[in-house]
């Protein structure tokens, strides 16, 4: 499977815990990007990497969501002290540097805060 | 300050029906106008795109139509089939450097009824 994939795709944790999720990108596909889908809504854009750099994390939720990407290739996103507010389906995407960006997403991973 | 309005909400279709889904937009900077197909415990899926630079592309039984002028474009299923039934996203953004996510609008769930 060459698509876009995200690990895990299903966390469930207490809340006040830290909680990171893993994306790896489509191979050739050096832009990537973070949403976030609360139920029956649209997915909300978070933050964006090209290559290794963030080049927008304004949208970030607040300052215990943060995300990096060390080498271009897979990116993770850690939620510091979760909130029950917290719960939502996390997505990841992935396109090529072209002038219009063909976005890419993958499954998602399930985030429950009790 | 939602940039992307997306109507109807729920849409219930007959087989071989035509299914239509309208979106309108503020920003007259956005450049890029996707479709998603999203369904449940999946990801989006991208179902087709267009630029502002043309009125209409189709692509197999799905067809969007741009009306650059009004803000507004929408999404055509002909001959819906019981298989399209799924939650439909539009989305916008602003392509050009290429740092900036996707705009979603909030769904329309579609049910074709066999």
């Known amino acids: 499977d060459t698509g876009v994939s995200q690990d895990p795709r299903h966390k469930i944790t207490k809340r006040g815990q830290n909680v990171t999720f893993r994306c790896d990108p489509i191979?050739?596909?050096?832009?990537l990007y973070w949403y976030r889908q609360t139920l029956g809504q649209g997915p909300e854009f978070l933050t964006y990497f090209q290559n290794e750099a963030q080049l927008e994390k304004s949208r970030l939720l607040s300052d215990r969501f943060s995300a990096e990407r060390p080498k271009g290739s897979f990116s993770t996103l850690e939620i510091q002290r979760t909130e029950q507010g917290d719960s939502a389906m996390y997505l990841c995407a992935s396109s090529l540097a072209l002038l219009y960006n063909e976005q890419f997403f993958g499954p998602g991973t399930r985030l429950t805060v009790l | 300050q939602q940039q992307v309005k997306q109507s109807p909400q729920s849409l219930i279709v007959q087989k071989g029906g035509i299914s239509i889904i309208n979106c309108a937009y503020e920003n007259t900077a956005f450049d890029y106008f996707p479709w998603y197909q999203q369904f449940p415990g999946k990801g989006p899926a991208l179902l087709i795109a267009?630029?502002?630079?043309?009125s209409e592309k189709k692509e197999g039984r799905f067809t969007i139509s741009f009306n650059k002028s009004a803000k507004q474009f929408s999404l055509h299923i002909m001959d819906s089939q019981p298989g399209d039934s799924a939650t439909y996203f539009c989305a916008a953004s602003i392509s050009r450097g290429g740092a900036d996510g996707l705009t979603f609008g909030k769904g329309t769930h579609l049910i074709i009824q066999p």
């Open positions: 267009i630029r502002p630079d043309v």
């Open positions: 191979s050739e596909h050096n832009r």
